[in-house]
């Protein structure tokens, strides 16, 4: 179920700033050139755009967290929870196109894969009915390999 655009926004937006602040390297930029102040130049402009491009930096954000270690992962997704801010691992199962990849094959081919997974299901946000059980059963299977 797709979300109103300015509740998304608003959701995606003080995501991004948490960790933008914490994971992306921009000290060396000018205060104008970081992405916090492009995406207010972008709202300046067109609120659709802005939606676009937040959305864009989401997925950006979401890849370039694949390398960071579960605990990690688990200690992000904690930190946001304690601010009433959209989980990592949320954010993964709503855009991922590896977690969407994952569910739809129906098997982990891997440990990465199982980490997403295991993030996933050990986030408590809500999830979609049935989603927890299928989560579950993927992560018994690989475990009994």
Known sequence: ???????????LK???SFYSDRYLNVGSLPP???????????????????LNGLRQAINDCIEMSFHLDPKEVGKLDKQLRERSIVTLSELRRRYSKKYAAIVKRGRIRSDTEYYLIRNVLDDPTTKAEGEREVLENLVADYEST
């Open 1 to 11: 179920m797709r979300q109103e655009p300015d509740i998304e926004y608003s959701e």
């Open 14 to 16: 003080e995501f991004f």
């Open 32 to 50: 104008e050139k970081r992405p916090m102040a492009n995406l207010r130049a972008l709202e300046e402009k067109n609120m659709k755009t802005a």
